[in-house]
């Protein structure tokens, strides 16, 4: 169909199919609508393809080769270790591929769905130009319009860094050999987990971080230990370091660095930058269609996900507010209920828990500490040091500790941050109780089984300030 003809009618258009627009695709179309689905380059979106899927592959294969290392503390001999990197990518690319496939398939194959692959971009209200990848364009429209076009990475302003064509989260998976030195630009939830799992392939690992401690969102005790584990770990962690310039000498990567009250040289082989993400909302014409953006470029949206624009909602990391899978896949919930069964879910007060897949992981659930005080609370603060708990002592993972934070007034659970082993696990059981309402009480007296990590929540609460 050619540009000037009338627009092809659906009921709902979708850009982009990450972790939200799939699903609603297919429950649109189980409630009879015709929907038609656009991806610009394939389905899954970052999750699958660029995000959780091939990092949590490979740092599978970076604990492997650590639980060979430390063997012998647990009197096991397995002789010296060495790492294939182009087996650990194989690995990683095959497992993407088939989730990747997988989701392609179940679109293409769902009655009332069709998947589109092509750039959509808005040429009116609620009506898209789509250019398919042979180059040729559709004209479309529909009464719902749903933008889903996730985000990238992005590179600051640094002199020099963008003529050195630097590694992002993506890219360094692709490396084919382990690198002689990596720096990282950043000290956020990316830069960790790439920073431990490069070490433990056997890179030496620089972190520079503008701020004053990693995981910025994090209380400062709970930043403090990531830092300090990183470092046992063999990580050289540079905070409150200032990058003034980069440039490559030679086969060398040098950052000119602002750091403890001087200037400094940082030199690696490889440069990865983990500084941030950006919108992917350029090419859509949003203006178009009435649909404004903030100063970053996201989608501005309200408590229920619509746009400035009638009949136009945005869903995932291109509305902005926190880039995880889970938010991207609630979103889809508060639409589809909005749409399908007229419900009214607000996003405005959601908090949304999050695990950094370091080794242990740190689980966060609700408010951190300082968050609860700066939001008028009178807070208690359970702790417990992982050294602590018998079934961590047990597996040899003593590192990290519990933290949760307790509304004194009512004795509810407000958040907690558990760095510990399996903290993921553990703070998602106290999430739970937060969803049910229940005070601290009733994990602190709860019989559960020993020796288990969740027995440890009866220890936790029990050293309540």
Known sequence: MTHDAQPEPFDAVIIGAGQAGPPLARALADAGRRVLIVEREHVGGTCIN???????????????????????????????????????????????????????????????????????RFTGPRELEVREGDGRTRTVS???????????PTVPDVPGLRDLNPLNSTTVMELAEVPRHLLILGGGYISVEFAQMFRRFGADVTVVQRGGGLLGREDPDVS?????????????????????????????????????????????????????????????DLARAGVEVDDSGHVKVDEFLHTTAEGVYALGDVKGGPAFTHVSYDDYRVVAGEVLRGEKRSVKDRVAPYTVFTDPQLGRVGLSETQAREAGFEVRVAKLPMSRVARAVEAGQTRGFMKAVVDARTERILGAAVLGMDGGEVASMLGIAMMGGLPYTALRDAMLPHPTLAESLNNLFMTLE
């Open 50 to 120: 660029e995000g959780c899927t091939p990092t949590k592959t490979m740092l599978a294969s970076a604990t492997t080769a650590e639980t060979a290392r430390r063997g012998q503390a647990f009197g096991v001999h397995a002789g010296p270790v060495s790492v294939d990197m182009t087996r650990v990518r194989q690995r990683k690319r095959e497992i993407v591929d088939s989730w990747r496939e997988s989701g392609e398939k179940g679109l293409r194959d769902h009655e009332g769905v069709t998947l589109l692959m092509g750039e959509a």
């Open 224 to 284: 403090d230990a990531m830092a300090r584990m990183l470092r046992e770990d063999g990580v050289e962690v540079l905070l409150e370091a200032t990058t003034r310039e980069a440039r490559r000498d030679g086969e060398d990567v040098v950052l000119r660095v602002a750091v403890d009250g001087g200037e400094r040289e940082v030199r690696g082989s490889h440069l990865l930058v983990a500084t941030g993400r950006a919108p992917n909302t350029e090419a859509l």
């Open 142 to 152: 529909a009464p719902l319009v749903f933008v889903n076009t996730g985000a990238r």
